[in-house]
Structures are given as C-alpha cells and as structure tokens.
C-alpha cells in the first residue's frame, strides 16, 4: 500500500496496466495517462531541484576570496558548543559539527544510512511485533556508526595527527570527536527507532522503551568501537582496503556476534532458568560486552595515535622556554621516554639547559629521560650558511 504514494509505485501500476490489458490500453486510459504525466512531473522537478541543490553544495566553497565575512553562530552551534564545555572543548566540538556538515558526502553517507533502515522496515519487511523490530533496528547504530566516524581518518593524515603533539591533547581530542559522533547518531536512532516500534501493532510503552533504550546503548557502544577501529586500522580514501574491512566489521560483525551469542544463550537460560524467550536478556547481556569491546578498542586506539615513530624537536634551545611551555615539554618527554623515538638538535650545552628551562630539577629530569639509550653526536665547524655565503662573495 505504502509504495502507491512513491513514484517507482506509479511506475509499477503503469507496467502492470499495460500487462493486464495487452493491445487494449484504452480501459486504463485516465489512469495510465495520470499516472504517467506524473512520472514525467517528477522526473522534471528532481531535475531541477537536484541542479539547485547541487549548485548550492558547489558554491559552500568559495573559488576566490576578497574579503573575509564572519556571522554570529547559530543557535544550533552555540548550543553545541555549551555542552562542549566552557573552555576551548566546546570551541573545538562547534568547529568539528561545521567542518563535518558542511561537505556533502557526510550528509549523503547518513541520508543512505537511515534510508536504508528505513525502507527495511517500512517498505520491504514491517515487523509485525517488538522483538522483530528490536533485531531488525538492531544494526542502525553500527552502521551509521561506520558511515560517520569514518570521518576521524577519512579527513586525512595532517587532521588525524594534529593533536599527536602533546599526549594530553590527544584525549581532549578523542573525547571531543566521541561527543561529535555521539550529538551526531544518537538522535537519528532515537527518531527512526521510536517511528519503527510506534508501528508495530499493540506495542505497549514498556516495551517500546526497551527497545529505544538498549538500542541507544548498543548504537553508543558501536561509535566508541567505530572510533577506536579506525584509529588502530586508520583509512585515508573510502576506496582502500582499510575502510573496506574497517565497514565489515562494524556492521556485520555486530549482526553476526549477536546471534553467535543468542543461539547459545537461548539454550542455557532454558535450562537454568527456564526462560523461553530470551532476546531480551541475551540483548542486555550483548550489550555489555559491547561496551567492554568498544572501550577497549578506543584505549587500543589512543594509545597509536599517541604513539609517534618518531618526533624531530629542531633548534632546542634556540629561544628560552615560556614558563607555560616547560611543563608540556617535559610531558612529552616522559611519555616518549623508552616508548618513541626522538631525534633532538641544540646547539645549547646541557650545562646551559638549567639557565634555559629556568628550573634545575626540571632540566635535569629531562636531561635524564634523554641521554638514556640516546647517541649523542656532536658536530663541530663551521656554519653551512656562512660557508655557502663566503663562497657566493668569493665568486
């Protein structure tokens, strides 16, 4: 019934006319005739209101710049940036929803996401009552999951490793992309997932909230494992083979492991407990194991992307170290010590770092941390630069 009001269900009945009535379409001629101007109606107006949205998602990027023009948040970003927090987090959880939706691809990837579900409980199979509308939603977060915190890596090298600076930042960072993620999917499960169970006949509200509960809980728990994934196997193009395997495992693997565990489950309940059906019980028990997954997979997570190969500090001792910046510095230095690689270059002595960080016991716990397991080699002469000069002005 629903496909009636879509035009592929006017398409339909115009094809099914025509074979019902071979050489003799004249029967169905009003409605043949309706149905059809109303197919070429619509395929005029999407023409042309895909051309303008297309235009208006072309122009979000400037080709040219003359002059800079800023405009006050809307309500929306100033509320986002209040539950960020009154300090630079809600700065940064603003600027990461705008960098987000502003590129088209990440409102097409949530669009093909809900419509998807959409159209597997609507349109192809409607559940008839609440456990199979609990499965059959039981995906949505995961995969939404998938199509949008892939954004963490898909948004290239340089953003990903922004905030590898100083091991502190990095878990402002991912706390503030896991708040993104969460504002983000949260409520598109809430809405779908309630509109699906308020179609299931005789549903009662007890019910109807378990349903929406546990599967908020599982789509929260499959976007903290998401975020952890692509932070262990990062993909940088949605055509690699990391993003591929990454997409697999977020969504099949959540329907896979769930019945994996149901099955057994099932059986034990019956016998321990005798408890017939126990979707529910086994979806609170999946749950669980869920969060411990996704909390472990974020940890594993953030500790790669603390992890640098290798850090390069140039020119140590070039200027003296702002009081707010010795402490960071020696930060650094304590979580790379015998955990990274650092190549260091100074043309200062380690009897002057004392005068340079304006603290002994602070220059000589870094001094320590350094020269342990390090090769130290001194270059001595000349300066390139003034070599390369003198020959110039010899020539």
Not at 258 to 268: A, E, H, K, R, S
Request: charge should be neutral.
């Amino acid at each position: 019934m629903l496909f009636g009001f879509f035009p592929w269900g006017w398409g339909s009945e115009v094809i099914v006319a025509f074979a019902q009535n071979p050489g003799d379409i004249l029967v169905t001629e009003f409605t043949t005739i309706l149905q059809f101007s109303a197919l070429v109606t619509f395929l005029i107006a999407s023409l042309l209101i895909g051309g303008i949205v297309a235009n208006r998602v072309y122009n979000l990027e400037p080709i040219s710049f003359s002059a800079s023009k800023t405009k006050s948040d809307s309500l929306f970003y100033n509320s986002i940036r209040k539950l960020g927090g009154s300090d630079s987090s809600g700065f940064l959880l603003a600027s990461g929803f705008k960098t987000y939706f502003r590129k088209a691809k990440n409102i097409a990837w949530i669009i093909y996401g809900v419509g998807l579900i959409v159209v597997m409980n609507i349109f192809i199979s409607q559940p008839d009552d609440p456990e199979s509308a609990f499965i059959m939603s039981l995906f949505l977060g995961p995969l939404l999951a998938a199509f949008v915190v892939s954004d963490i890596s898909l948004q290239g090298k340089d953003n990903l490793l922004l905030y590898r600076q100083t091991p502190t930042r990095t878990r402002k960072y991912l706390r503030i992309k896991l708040y993104q993620y969460l504002l983000t999917i949260l409520p598109i499960v809430l809405i779908v997932e309630t509109t699906v169970n308020l179609l299931v006949p005789d549903i009662t509200l007890e019910i109807l909230l378990l349903n929406v509960v546990l599967t908020l809980l599982i789509a929260a728990a499959a976007i903290t494992f998401t975020l952890g994934l692509f932070l262990v196997n990062p993909a940088f193009t949605d055509k690699s083979g990391e993003f591929m395997i990454n997409i697999q495992i977020c969504v099949f693997g959540v329907m896979i492991s769930f019945f994996v565990l149901l099955i057994p489950l099932d059986q034990i309940l019956w016998d321990l407990f005798a408890i017939a059906d126990a979707l529910y019980p086994v979806a609170v028990i999946y749950t669980a194991l869920q969060w411990i997954m996704g909390i472990t997979m974020l940890s594993l997570g953030a500790r790669k992307l603390s992890n640098m190969d290798l850090l390069i500090l140039d020119e140590v001792g070039f200027k003296k170290f702002p009081q707010n910046g010795i402490d960071d510095f020696f930060e650094v230095i304590r979580q790379r010590y015998e955990s990274g690689s650092i190549i260091l270059t100074t043309n200062r002595k380690f009897e002057d770092w004392e005068q340079l960080f304006g603290d002994k016991v602070m220059a000589s716990a870094i001094i320590d941390r350094l020269v342990h397991h390090a090769y130290i080699i001194k270059i001595t002469g000349d300066s390139y630069r003034v070599k390369n000069t003198a020959m110039m002005e010899n020539k």
